[in-house]
């Protein structure tokens, strides 16, 4: 029996579910109308004919499969073979059959296509005329050979931007990443993207060694990555070992290699090379240098140094003139007050490095906003259309419409920061939520106030601290988690904030800035003073009960969860929640920070009656030696008691996070080894917290 994509599925849901499933339930799990469900299961006890597993069904309970755990194991193997996708889909199927082109470039019969789709040769024949027209604008030719198949003529170099095209195209970052940083091949991430194209193009083994080469170099140039820039660099190589290994011969187009300047980003791509023949014991010709090269070249990045000269140089005066040029093009008129504006110069400067990379090779950028982009800015759009002629005429290499959406995001920042400085506006009050309130929403907030300093204040909270008090004090929340749907606006953003984050929280703090303070009806001044009296007495027991210890340098990181447990409670009980509860925050997401130096246990945990704030180094003072830990000297521990001071408790530990972040002070204390040093630095820090804290209520 052959099933259908739904009804695997259907099947798979249930025989991972011990009870009844509603069937209103089960298709919201698929993402399908209930109807769809029903129609489907209309077939399913002829699908199970060869299986000892009965379908069950029970009005008011729901549905589930009944049959002994091998025959349940046997029908969720043959299920879970092959690759699951809709044949009718046109779109989903010529996407496949561009992959299999890309994959395999020698001679393939129409006839191994329509066996391999299970569609007819006329509409593959239909489908091949598409693929084409797509390959056609990298330079790719489809050339059909009567009586012998189908094969690709085109340059490495069009190949290569085919391949990377195709990904940006089709690759969702965020799920790649985790299938690829989460070992467990269960679960939804990996199942997800084993389904997906581009699923189909990548080889799980070199994906997994080629993510720790190179991460396990520590580089600030691949740190500070953006999240597509990252994966898609791990993609690319992963592709390029996996032709080696099946001794696909790699040209060697000298065009490449001719002009490669021996520059930072060149001797990191043959410090990558070097890594990754070693990892896979092969050669790796000399022009993949290049290819990577120009990858990292055309990669953007979090954080751009405007220090050095890794940017482009602002007194080159050919790109001094390229940048009035583009202003003066953008608005005449106000072109002297933008060229004021040392943000704007710097940011668009940094944007500026890899786009004339991008243009001068041809590659390819994603732009997930454009849309939104034309639509609410349409009159900053096709001003920055003209200042992309502009950037055409200097690279002589058209500018795609992505990159000109990123103009716009420049230069309509440029725009707001001028209107501000007409208007009379106010300090906006954002809430950023996060399932502890202690970790990931201390980095975002951390790197909210960086980007808005004082025209923000910025409070972390946990997602059940949301209170109806809480919102009537917040302009609008930013959280990372789902969240019920409240008066209060909420932007869900990914954690890292990237781009298309921050210019939404730019529109809403540029909103609210021009909106008067929400008046106040009920009168706090009790509440208040209960607060601070709570506050001043956490303070008082994390200065109190600070703790500090040391272990051997070859600990393993399961070996200091232990050993952490012990030395927060006397009760064996209670250690194994703690553990257990680091371990699962751990797991949802590392808090090992190489580029930070240091790692950040935190947990909200019943193995606790009281705030408790630890420092754990080694006995040597130097650095751990178990690569988990990446190089890291110290280990910061953070337990949050679940208890009715569960709010304000986190609020304590969320300043101590950033204080690890921005006061490099602390870290050069606790270089030191000093337990008394150490408390008497988180004691001024908790001291201007408190303090902080106070005049926020006046």
Same mark, same amino acid.
């Given at each position: ?5 739904? !009804? ?5 849901? !249930? ?34 004919? @060869? ?25 969720? $193997? @043959? ?5 699951? =996708?809709?044949? $009718? ?46 390959? *056609? ?123 490669? /300047? ?8 043959? @410090? ?18 290049? =290819? ?15 220090? /050095? ?24 008129? #106000? ?15 940094? +944007? ?6 991008? !243009? ?15 639509? +609410? =800015? ?21 500018? %795609?419409?992505?990159? $000109?959406?990123?103009?716009?995001? +420049? ?15 106010? #300090? ?6 996060? *399932? ?54 909420? !932007? ?19 909103? =609210?800035?021009?909106? %008067? ?5 009920? /009168?706090?001044? *009790? ?42 409670? %006397? ?30 246990? +935190?947990?909200? $945990? ?34 949050? %008691? ?52 106070? *005049?926020?209520?006046?």
């Amino acid at each position: 029996m052959e099933f259908t994509s739904r !009804l695997k599925q259907i099947l798979s849901i !249930l025989l991972k579910e011990q009870e009844a499933m509603p069937v209103k339930i089960l298709a919201d799990r698929m993402g399908i109308s209930k109807r769809t469900v029903q129609r489907e299961l209309e077939a399913i006890n002829y699908a199970l004919k @060869d299986y000892e597993v009965s379908f069950m069904s029970k009005t008011g309970v729901g549905v589930w499969l009944e049959g002994s755990s091998g025959e349940k194991e046997r029908l969720l $193997t @043959d299920i879970s073979s092959g690759d699951n =996708y809709d044949v $009718t889909n046109r779109e989903e199927r010529r996407k496949r059959l561009i992959l299999e082109i890309l994959k395999e470039k020698g001679l393939k019969k129409l006839f191994y296509y329509s066996s391999q789709f299970g569609v007819s040769e006329a509409t593959i024949s239909s489908d091949l005329d598409a693929a084409g027209e797509w390959l *056609s604008r990298f330079g790719l030719l489809v050339i059909r050979r009567p009586g012998s198949g189908i094969t690709i003529e085109g340059s490495e170099e069009n190949y290569r931007r085919a391949i990377r095209a195709f990904i940006n195209e089709n690759m969702d970052t965020r799920v790649v990443r985790e299938a690829y940083e989460n070992v467990d091949k269960t679960s939804s991430s990996y199942e997800s993207l084993k389904r997906s194209s581009i699923g189909q193009l990548l080889d799980d083994d070199i994906m997994m060694r080629t993510r720790d080469c190179i991460m396990g170099m520590e580089n600030a140039r691949v740190l500070t990555l953006t999240e597509n820039s990252y994966v898609g660099l791990i993609i690319h190589i992963s592709i390029a070992i996996n032709r080696i290994l099946k001794n696909e011969v790699i040209e060697p187009e000298r065009g490449w290699l001719e002009g490669a /300047d021996e520059d930072e980003d060149y001797r990191l791509a043959k @410090d990558i090379v070097k890594e990754l023949e070693e990892e896979f014991e092969i050669h790796i010709p000399e022009v993949e240098i290049s =290819y990577i090269c120009l990858h990292i070249k055309g990669a953007k990045h979090e954080k751009i140094r405007v220090e /050095d000269k890794n940017i482009i140089d602002i007194e080159n005066k050919e790109i001094k003139q390229l940048v009035n040029e583009m202003i003066d093009t953008f608005d005449a008129d #106000k072109a002297y007050l933008i060229k004021q504006d040392d943000e704007f110069i710097q940011g668009l400067l940094a +944007h500026l490095q890899p786009t004339l990379i991008r !243009l001068q090779y041809g590659m390819q950028i994603q732009n997930p906003v454009l849309e939104d982009i034309r639509s +609410h =800015y349409p009159e900053i759009y096709a001003r920055c259309e003209k200042v992309a002629e502009v950037l055409q005429r200097y690279t002589g290499k058209r500018v %795609p419409e992505e990159e $000109t959406g990123y103009l716009t995001v +420049h230069f309509g920042a440029a725009l707001v920061r001028l209107e501000e400085r007409k208007e009379k506006i106010r #300090k906006v009050s954002i809430g950023v939520v996060c *399932s502890s309130g202690i970790g990931i929403s201390r980095l975002m907030s951390s790197k909210l106030l960086k980007v808005f300093r004082d025209r923000v204040s910025v409070t972390a909270y946990g997602k059940n601290d949301i209170t109806p008090f809480v919102a009537s004090k917040v302009d609008f929340f930013v959280s990372s988690i789902p969240m019920e749907q409240m008066e209060t606006p909420v !932007l869900f953003v990914n954690p890292l904030l990237n781009a298309e984050d921050m210019q939404k929280i730019q529109q809403m703090v540029y909103k =609210y800035e021009r909106i %008067p303070l929400k008046q106040k009806e009920e /009168d706090v001044f *009790s509440r208040q003073l209960e607060e601070i009296n709570l506050v001043a007495a956490q303070i008082r027991t994390v200065i109190k009960y600070l703790d500090f210890f040391k272990v051997d340098n070859r600990i393993t990181f399961e070996e200091l969860l232990i050993a952490v447990g012990e030395r927060m409670s %006397p009760y064996s009980d209670r250690r194994d929640l703690i553990r257990e509860d680091i371990l699962r925050r751990e797991q949802i997401a590392t808090q090992v920070f190489a580029e930070l130096g240091f790692a950040l246990l +935190h947990a909200c $945990t019943k193995g606790v009656v009281r705030p408790e704030f630890a420092v754990c180094m080694t006995r040597d003072l130097d650095a751990y030696r178990d690569p988990y830990f990446k190089g890291i000297k110290f280990v910061f521990i953070m337990l949050v %008691p679940e208890d009715e001071n569960l709010k304000v408790n986190r609020d304590i530990m969320g300043y101590i996070s950033s204080m690890l972040i921005e006061d490099y002070e602390f870290l050069d204390i606790a270089a030191r080894g000093n337990q008394e040093e150490i408390r008497s630095a988180v004691s001024r820090n908790l001291k201007k917290y408190f303090n902080k804290y106070l *005049s926020e209520l006046s």
